[in-house]
């Protein structure tokens, strides 16, 4: 079993910087990617392959990986990204979520 | 538009069974891998299981390997998860998803996009 783990909780000011982290062993030699659940609702896809993102989300939300860390960054952070945030890896043909981060934004 | 519209959850006793659906349309169902994954309440993600486009290839989570079956239906854009001797940790909303892939110049996968859910509750 592949472990990812997360803070529970990171909390921003609005318009600051919001980074979430995502630790896993040599997470770097693998490809991660963020999902953003908003309460009562469906994950999204918000980025890909460590650092792209889908048509539809802002630039605002970017992504790096290196080592044993993934780290999603929320840039100039508004009320709605206000969620919970679970990084996502493949090892050994199975994926492993992380532990998910809920984001406060104050 | 790519939409993904599970059904078939609701409460089942302990050692029942139950059958969800997914129902895949706004994309070409048979090209692609398909996923479910679970979130019990207040809690996290958990994958469960997938399935190749062509249903050949099939993973499940140690979880619940021997008792969940998942499958597709090409001609009918339909993913299926029959779920067999459900315990009171299968409590979770039951998402299906596709999977998206790259294979070069390395490979990766994803999950996008997710569908509603459906909640299913084990419970006598």
């Known amino acids: 079993s592949y472990e990812l783990t997360q803070p529970p909780s990171v909390s921003v000011s609005p318009g600051q910087t919001a980074s979430i982290t995502c630790s896993g062993d040599k997470l770097g030699d693998k490809y991660a990617c963020w999902y953003q659940q908003k309460p009562g609702q469906s994950p999204v896809l918000v980025i890909y392959?460590?650092?792209k993102r889908p048509s539809g989300i802002p630039e605002r939300f970017s992504g790096s990986n290196s080592g044993n860390t993934a780290t999603l960054t929320i840039s100039g952070t508004q009320a709605m990204d206000e969620a919970d945030y679970y990084c996502?890896?493949?090892?050994?043909?199975?994926?492993?979520f992380g532990t998910g981060t809920k984001v406060t934004v104050l | 538009q790519v939409q993904l519209v599970e059904s078939g959850g609701g409460l089942v006793k302990p050692g029942g069974s139950l059958r969800l659906s997914c129902a895949a349309s706004?994309?070409?169902?048979?090209?692609?891998?398909m996923s479910w994954i679970r979130q019990a309440p207040g809690k996290g993600l958990e994958w469960v299981s997938y399935i190749s486009s062509s249903g050949s290839t099939i993973y499940y989570a140690d979880s619940v390997k021997g008792r969940f079956t998942i499958s597709r239906d090409n001609a009918k854009n339909s993913l299926y998860l029959q779920m067999n001797s459900l315990r009171a940790e299968d409590t979770a909303v039951y998402y299906c998803?596709?999977?998206?892939?790259?294979?070069?110049?390395?490979?990766?996968?994803?999950?996008?996009?997710w569908g509603q859910g459906t909640l299913v509750t084990v419970s006598s």
């Open positions: 392959q460590d650092s």
């Open positions: 996502q890896a493949w090892d050994s043909s199975t994926p492993f």
């Open positions: 706004g994309f070409t169902f048979s090209d692609y891998y």
């Open positions: 998803a596709r999977v998206r892939q790259q294979l070069v110049p390395s490979f990766t996968r994803w999950f996008d996009p």
